[in-house]
């Protein structure tokens, strides 16, 4: 079972535990097909829990589609949450270490290869205080894979900027 995991890199100022806003958030991918090696001309969304069925009876996925050139069928699921494993990792760099990659989610993937990916949707991130100075931001959104916004609570400065993700073997 190929298990491909998502890392992403950012430079994270006066925020942590970034991560989509919520679980069933539709990841936005590029893909191309391991029978013909062609790549899909546009972005495709992959969203836990979708229970689409697969020809020949092969039971669901929560991404399936067949190649434009080659028609073969390939499909992506997201692997079933655990409590070491949770669906979407918050992305936590400590603040020392500048960016570095880390994964934030797992896919297994059959009869393609994912090579790409775009933050779109809605994510979410919090600040650095804590207890009653906690900041939460609920609506983050990249523009050129950057963010910025103001935290009230700390009277700080934040933002996401350099916004990168890649996908490994897992
Ligand atoms: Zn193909």
């Given at each position: 079972?190929?298990?491909?995991?998502?890392?992403?890199?950012?430079?994270?100022?006066?925020?942590?535990?970034?991560?989509?806003?919520?679980?069933?958030?539709?990841?936005?991918?590029?893909?191309?097909?391991?029978?013909?090696?062609?790549?899909?001309?546009?972005?495709?969304?992959?969203?836990?829990?979708?229970?689409?069925?697969?020809?020949?009876?092969?039971?669901?996925?929560?991404?399936?589609?067949?190649?434009?050139?080659?028609?073969?069928?390939?499909?992506?699921?997201?692997?079933?949450?655990?409590?070491?494993?949770?669906?979407?990792?918050?992305?936590?760099?400590?603040?020392?270490?500048?960016?570095v990659?880390?994964?934030?989610?797992?896919?297994?993937?059959?009869?393609?290869?994912?090579?790409?990916?775009?933050p779109?949707g809605?994510?979410?991130?919090?600040?650095?205080?804590?207890?009653?100075?906690?900041?939460?931001?609920?609506?983050?959104?990249?523009?050129?894979?950057?963010?910025?916004?103001?935290?009230?609570?700390?009277?700080?400065?934040?933002?996401?900027?350099?916004?990168?993700?890649?996908?490994?073997?897992?």
């Amino acid at each position: 079972m190929p298990l491909f995991a998502l890392e992403i890199r950012a430079q994270l100022e006066n925020v942590t535990a970034l991560r989509p806003a919520s679980d069933d958030y539709t990841l936005m991918v590029r893909t191309k097909c391991n029978s013909c090696h062609e790549e899909h001309p546009k972005l495709v969304g992959i969203t836990p829990g979708s229970e689409i069925e697969m020809k020949g009876g092969r039971g669901t996925a929560d991404f399936v589609m067949s190649c434009s050139f080659c028609k073969r069928e390939s499909s992506a699921t997201f692997p079933q949450p655990t409590s070491k494993a949770p669906l979407w990792r918050p992305y936590s760099p400590s603040p020392d270490s500048g960016p570095v990659w880390a994964p934030i989610c797992t896919l297994d993937v059959r009869g393609m290869d994912i090579i790409g990916f775009e933050p779109e949707g809605i994510w979410s991130c919090q600040g650095t205080g804590e207890g009653s100075k906690l900041s939460k931001f609920d609506e983050v959104e990249f523009d050129g894979g950057e963010w910025t916004d103001y935290d009230e609570k700390s009277g700080e400065p934040v933002s996401i900027m350099e916004l990168e993700g890649r996908w490994v073997r897992a």
